[in-house]
């Protein structure tokens, strides 16, 4: 399969497969691990609804508990179709009619929505080019760093 797949080579997804059977593996073996993973990942969902329904709130519609779920989960299930980038103009497009047919007037729905995927999906990437920046030519490179032993005399 890897053959047909641009710009993978088969050992790099043999590897990937691997190490993929081997974090399974781990979580399978470590139930406490597994907790942990499951926890993180719950309160990672529920803060990023928590996040749209403060956006919603600033704009005068506090969304009720079951219908944010609603909402999130549809553009959450939304924006996992690969047809667009992280469902860029297709999360909106479905969250903002859902927001009005649960009785948000217009603008605090489209307002609520377009700040909170701007806090979710664009913020991250210049932050995350920021840190890839740090890491590939800031303080943090390895070869930058001194190394024992080599280069240095005892004295």
């Known amino acids: 399969m890897a053959r047909r797949l641009p710009l993978v080579t088969e050992s790099a997804a043999e590897s990937f497969v691997r190490t993929l059977g081997g974090q399974i593996r781990l979580l399978a073996t470590h139930p406490r691990r597994l907790l942990v ?43 996992m179709l690969p047809l667009t980038p992280g469902g860029l103009g297709i999360v909106e497009a479905v969250m903002v009619p859902a927001l009005i047919a649960f009785g948000a007037p217009r603008a605090a729905a489209l307002l609520g929505v377009l700040g909170w995927r701007l806090l979710e999906y664009w913020l991250p990437l210049p932050l995350g080019l920021a840190a890839w920046l740090s890491l590939r030519w800031g303080s943090l490179r390895r070869r930058d760093r001194p190394r024992r032993g080599v280069g240095t005399s005892v004295r």
């Open 37 to 79: 993973v499951v926890l993180l990942s719950a309160a990672n969902w529920l803060l990023d609804a928590a996040a749209l329904w403060v956006l919603l709130a600033a704009f005068g519609y506090p969304l009720a508990f079951g219908p944010l779920l609603t909402v999130y989960g549809l553009g959450t299930i939304v924006a």
